[in-house]
């Protein structure tokens, strides 16, 4: 199905950042925006892409009494040629669909969030930045807005998708951070909200990070909310480990954000043929697999960073060094091949990559 939504250009189009070192994440926007509205007798109407701008938003909108916002994030790439390409964007709008059915949210069909990203990144694309390592950071989100208290499903709905050119997460190159496991905050129990990608999660999990960070942490690494002992996974990211020549990543019980990054980590390594067990890992087995020297590698993984090798881990003021605090081999490799894939570098034996605008 095509969808037709009217385009409105802006009048005052901005300056576009000069330099690409100063980008910074998530702080500079295009000039356009693109918006469609929902509600339970029409369905969503009303698509358009329009001039970045302020929202209007009634004071009783439900959205800031109780949280109902779900979001995706995902990167457009310039390549050496000059085009601009997508990385799995179906699996976003998939998954912003999975957060909206838990949210109380609707569904928003996918061709017409498909329509409206390829055509606004085809607009916006002079924004795509062209340094090592940047890219134009997609975010699309929709909110809940009925224009009264009560506490309920909604009836009235908006979904939007901004762009932000971002600089490249690693400035100094690939390094390994330091990541404290936070023993007292949870992030998700199963049953709750933890594998959607809605703004509460994080609002909940603010204190912990800063927490962390005071004491020289990159990030906090979260445990099962029932007993405490299993490892769930990174601020915005999942975490994969080498143990004793195997890769180990915790299992999507409902309780850890289906990462998409971590998806496409473990169809790469099961298609060369690589073992990755889904599973529970408590601190305890990586304890004692760091004591036996067969705890070889950890690393975060999500759109943002991409790999992220983790060097430490500290737990109850006790700190564990992995890997000699340097980045493993199979960390580097991942690295290299999934930005490779991304910035066209490599070829896409997986069809992952969406053409936006060509060279
Ligand atoms: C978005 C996110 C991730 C990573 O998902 P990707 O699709 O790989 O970017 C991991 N954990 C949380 C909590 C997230 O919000």
């Not at 993984?301 to 081999?329: E, M, Q, R």
Request: glycine residues 12%; hydrophobic residues 40%; proline residues 5%.
């Amino acid at each position: 199905m095509e969808y037709n939504f009217s385009v409105t250009k802006t009048k005052n189009p901005k300056p576009r950042p000069q330099d690409e070192s100063k980008l910074g994440f998530g702080r500079v926007f295009t000039d356009h925006m693109f918006v469609v509205e929902w509600n339970k007798g029409e369905g969503w109407h009303d698509a358009k892409i329009v001039p970045f701008d302020y929202l209007t938003i009634h004071p009783a909108s439900t959205v800031l009494h109780y949280g109902s916002e779900v979001f995706e994030g995902l990167k457009a790439y310039r390549w050496a040629d000059g085009s601009v390409k997508l990385f799995r964007p179906i699996e976003n709008i998939r998954r912003i669909n999975r957060s909206a059915e838990r949210m109380g949210l609707p569904q928003i069909p996918e061709e017409l969030m498909m329509e409206g990203l390829l055509k606004l990144v085809e607009l916006d694309a002079d924004w795509v930045p062209h340094g090592e390592g940047t890219s134009l950071y997609i975010r699309p989100f929709m909110i809940g807005d009925d224009e009264h208290l009560g506490v309920h499903g909604v009836a009235h709905a908006r979904f939007y998708i901004i762009l932000s050119p971002s600089g490249s997460y690693y400035k100094g190159g690939l390094a390994p951070v330091k990541i404290m496991i936070e023993s007292h905050d949870v992030r998700a129990v199963r049953g709750g909200t933890g594998e959607a990608k809605c703004g509460g999660n994080y609002a909940a999990s603010v204190r912990a990070g800063e927490k962390a960070e005071e004491k020289g942490f990159a990030q906090v690494l979260w445990l099962d909310g029932v007993e405490q002992k299993y490892i769930e996974e990174v601020g915005a990211m999942n975490i994969m480990f080498k143990i004793d020549g195997k890769i180990v990543t915790p299992a999507l019980t409902g309780s850890i954000l289906p990462g998409i990054t971590r998806k496409s980590i473990i169809e790469f390594l099961r298609n060369e043929g690589t073992i990755v067990e889904e599973r529970r890992i408590s601190v305890d087995e990586l304890a004692k697999a760091l004591e036996d020297g067969k705890l070889e590698e950890a690393w975060g993984c999500g759109t943002a960073a991409v790999v992220s090798p983790v060097g430490l881990l500290s737990y109850n003021g006790k700190d564990y060094v992995i890997g000699g605090g340097k980045i493993g081999a199979v960390t580097q490799k991942l690295y290299d091949e999934l930005t490779g894939i991304q910035w066209g570098k490599q070829p896409d034996p997986f069809g992952w990559i969406v053409p936006v605008t060509k060279a």
